[in-house]
């Protein structure tokens, strides 16, 4: 006669099944699958691969088919994160007394998205003013609250030029010019007559 036994069920290690965004973030509660050692398990179905709002699917990683063991197992769902609109950055152009001077500057994007507004793109060469300062943050990340940075340009002083009298026009300067004219003539004919009168003598 022969017994025939049946071997007593052994409980397995969980496999957890964890929801993670691409930067390691829990975005989902973990999922547990428990049973005995040898028991198969798919985590492939849609009791698992969840439709998370604000999450694409992405990848699974680790194994999601196979049979439990004493050893615990993990299968991660990786989701990327769907971006969402930003508050804009503006870009401002003052004067030092607040004076608009250019034209604003929008910068438009998705939350987390970078920024740089020292650029020559938003440095402006602006005719009459020269550049002073940035007042605000000019590189970061947007978000979803509203930022601004101003670009702040001293003016230039304008050259104040008087306007020329018409009698300045046909007056000769004050400079002793015309003095020096006249004793010049009046030596060259002084000169002129003593040699007139030599060659009278001769």
Same mark, same amino acid.
């Given at each position: 006669?022969?017994?025939?036994?049946?071997?007593?069920?052994?409980?397995? !290690?969980?496999? /957890? #099944? @964890?929801?993670?965004? +691409?930067? =390691?973030? &829990?975005?989902? $509660?973990?999922? %547990?699958?428990? *049973?005995?050692?040898?028991?198969?398990?798919?985590?492939?179905?849609?009791?698992?691969?969840?439709?998370?709002?604000?999450?694409?699917?992405?990848?699974?990683?680790?194994?999601?088919?196979?049979?439990?063991?004493?050893?615990?197992?993990?299968?991660?769902?990786?989701?990327?994160?769907?971006?969402?609109?930003? !508050?804009?950055? /503006? #870009? @401002?152009?003052?004067? +030092?007394? =607040?004076? &608009?001077?250019? $034209?604003?500057? %929008?910068?438009? *994007?998705?939350?987390?998205?970078?920024?740089?507004?020292?650029?020559?793109?938003?440095?402006?060469?602006?005719?009459?003013?020269?550049?002073?300062?940035?007042?605000?943050?000019?590189?970061?990340?947007?978000?979803?609250?509203?930022?601004?940075?101003?670009?702040?340009?001293?003016?230039?002083?304008?050259?104040?030029?008087?306007?020329?009298?018409?009698?300045?026009? +046909?007056?000769?300067?004050?400079?002793?010019?015309?003095?020096?004219?006249?004793?010049?003539?009046?030596?060259?004919?002084?000169?002129?007559?003593?040699?007139?009168?030599?060659?009278?003598?001769?």
């Amino acid at each position: 006669m022969t017994y025939v036994y049946t071997k007593n069920p052994v409980a397995a !290690a969980d496999l /957890t #099944v @964890l929801y993670k965004d +691409t930067e =390691g973030n &829990t975005i989902a $509660t973990d999922k %547990k699958v428990s *049973g005995n050692i040898g028991d198969t398990f798919d985590v492939t179905t849609s009791e698992f691969k969840l439709d998370i709002t604000g999450y694409t699917f992405a990848r699974i990683e680790g194994t999601p088919t196979g049979t439990l063991s004493d050893q615990a197992q993990t299968v991660t769902y990786v989701y990327t994160k769907d971006p969402v609109v930003a !508050a804009d950055l /503006t #870009v @401002l152009y003052k004067d +030092t007394e =607040g004076n &608009t001077i250019a $034209t604003d500057k %929008k910068v438009s *994007g998705n939350i987390g998205d970078t920024f740089d507004v020292t650029t020559s793109e938003f440095k402006l060469d602006i005719t009459g003013y020269t550049f002073a300062r940035i007042e605000g943050t000019p590189t970061g990340t947007l978000s979803d609250q509203a930022q601004t940075v101003t670009y702040v340009y001293t003016k230039l002083k304008e050259e104040i030029v008087q306007p020329v009298k018409p009698e300045e026009l +046909t007056t000769l300067p004050k400079t002793g010019v015309g003095n020096g004219v006249l004793m010049m003539g009046t030596v060259i004919s002084t000169l002129g007559l003593i040699l007139v009168g030599r060659k009278k003598e001769d």
